[in-house]
């Protein structure tokens, strides 16, 4: 027992959370049975900024890019903004010295908003239009990952000695949601390693003069989990450099191994590691190379999830509680407008009541959105006090991935603000739809 157990008053901001590990590590519990997260109170950003509101911490942000860097000082680390992209956090990814993976004229464009250096961008995207090539050439990109025969035609067309990289499936199942596996044979990614698509794509690349090969790309999937996934495919990319090298007397200089590192959502669910994932794959390309004769090439690799998710928390208003015939619901004021994980991949996420204290025992709820579907699910049988009602405030962890980005207007609902918090004061990055701003686009009557 700890003195703040026996003493209440003790039990200040500094009280520790239950799971820590899926809010970001600058949340507290307050006396009152409120969280502050970045020394901002949830109930005040509620208040301040209405719900539902996706709150994102900056200083997790940046000290995952740190923890990043300082395992693999030696490989570029590329953020893929398709986790999570506003200018403000176009911006922190580029003060903390990452390079930055785009996949459409759109993400691009925020890029270039922000003041991201083209150079830097990596552009990727397995059926990229005529004006995702444009735009990443008039921005004067670093590098493309070319993804079909038909692009390298296309971006021949465009380009004057561009960079680029060959996407290769290297045939690797990462042991993941059959939606975000794509390592395997058999899907829309890349050029099948083992059918010998990958070296016909190198052929043609190296055939086309506005067009300089610098490197294969692969990405085995996202919510990996298991290093030595990473690291079969590490080998057997190696494995292409070689037959590269063989066959056209070049050794390739960079090799980008992707990013899909696993992020626990639960409580007891697998975090990823870093620091084995970093030896590991050091080791195996090392190693492979020099039995080989090859020269290292530099390593790349490109998190998204792993750098964001835990960074953010979605706040949501209860509308209503019901009881069922045989669960709880209790509804909120967004749902699969601003989570469509749970619809997508029957993603489970932790729930917790914020802005009061409740002596109430937990029971098991079900926490659903407004959406006109009944699989509008935010958090299937989670534990919440029994004494839940209208008007409480709910904080659900691990959203700052692929959330903001897959959001839609599902029932003309308008999507939530965007607000960064740090050292005690929030920001807003994105401000939440207005119906106006739905009405903008309806332009025929
Ligand atoms: C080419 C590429 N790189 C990087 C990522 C980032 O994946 P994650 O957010 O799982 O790290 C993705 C998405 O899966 C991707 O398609
Ligand atoms: N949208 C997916 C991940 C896609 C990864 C991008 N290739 C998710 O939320 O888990």
């Not at 042991?175 to 044979?185: K, N, Y």
């Not at 492979?288 to 290292?296: D, I, Q, T």
Request: glycine fraction near 10%; hydrophobic fraction near 45%; charge should be neutral.
């Amino acid at each position: 027992m700890t003195l703040a157990d026996l003493i209440p008053s003790l039990r200040t901001s500094i009280d520790r959370l239950p799971t820590p590990e899926i809010w970001p590590s600058t949340t507290r519990l307050t006396r009152s049975g409120d969280l502050t997260v970045g020394g901002v109170a949830l109930s005040e950003l509620a208040g301040r900024f209405g719900t539902p509101t996706y709150v994102v911490d900056e200083t997790q942000i940046r000290a995952n890019c740190r923890a990043y860097r300082h395992a693999l000082p030696d490989v570029e680390i590329a953020y893929a903004g398709k986790a999570f992209l506003t200018r403000a956090v176009v911006g922190w990814i580029a003060e903390e010295g990452l390079s930055l993976d785009v996949c459409s004229a759109g993400e691009l464009a925020v890029a270039m908003a922000a003041g991201y250096p083209a150079e830097r961008i990596i552009l990727h995207g397995n059926a990229k239009s005529p004006d995702d090539l444009k735009a990443a050439m008039r921005a004067g990109v670093g590098r493309v990952v070319v993804d079909s025969l038909d692009e390298v035609g296309q971006l021949g067309a465009l380009a004057t000695a561009q960079p680029v990289l060959v996407r290769v499936t290297p045939g690797v199942d990462g042991h993941t949601h059959t939606a975000v596996a794509t390592g395997v044979e058999d899907q829309k990614f890349g050029f099948s390693l083992a059918s010998g698509a990958a070296a016909e794509a190198v052929r043609r690349v190296l055939a086309e003069p506005s067009l300089r090969l610098v490197g294969l790309h692969c990405h085995i999937g996202s919510q990996v989990a298991r290093v030595a996934d990473f690291e079969l495919a590490a080998r057997r990319m190696v494995g292409l450099l070689d037959l590269v090298r063989d066959e056209h007397g070049i050794a390739l200089p960079q090799l980008n191994l992707g990013g899909g590192h696993v992020v626990p959502y639960l409580a007891g669910d697998e975090g990823f590691d870093l620091s084995g994932f970093a030896d590991r794959i050091r080791g195996a390309v090392h190693y492979e190379c020099s039995r080989r004769g090859l020269p290292a090439p530099r390593l790349t690799i490109e998190p998204g999830r792993s750098l964001v998710a835990r960074a953010g928390i979605t706040l949501y208003r209860v509308v209503t509680v019901k009881h069922g015939t045989n669960r709880t619901f209790v509804a909120v004021d967004g749902g699969m407008s601003d989570n469509a994980r749970p619809a997508l991949y029957g993603a489970r996420y932790a729930v917790r009541l914020a802005g009061r204290a409740s002596q109430a025992p937990d029971a098991p709820v079900t926490v659903v959105g407004r959406h006109c579907e009944a699989g509008d699910v935010i958090a299937q049988d989670v534990p919440l006090p029994a004494d839940i009602h209208a008007g409480d405030l709910l904080a659900v962890p691990c959203t700052g991935a692929y959330h903001h980005s897959l959001a839609s207007n599902y029932n003309m609902v308008g999507r939530p603000p965007v607000v960064a918090v740090r050292d005690g004061a929030p920001r807003l990055l994105v401000r939440g739809e207005t119906a106006q701003d739905l009405l903008a686009r309806d332009v025929g009557v």
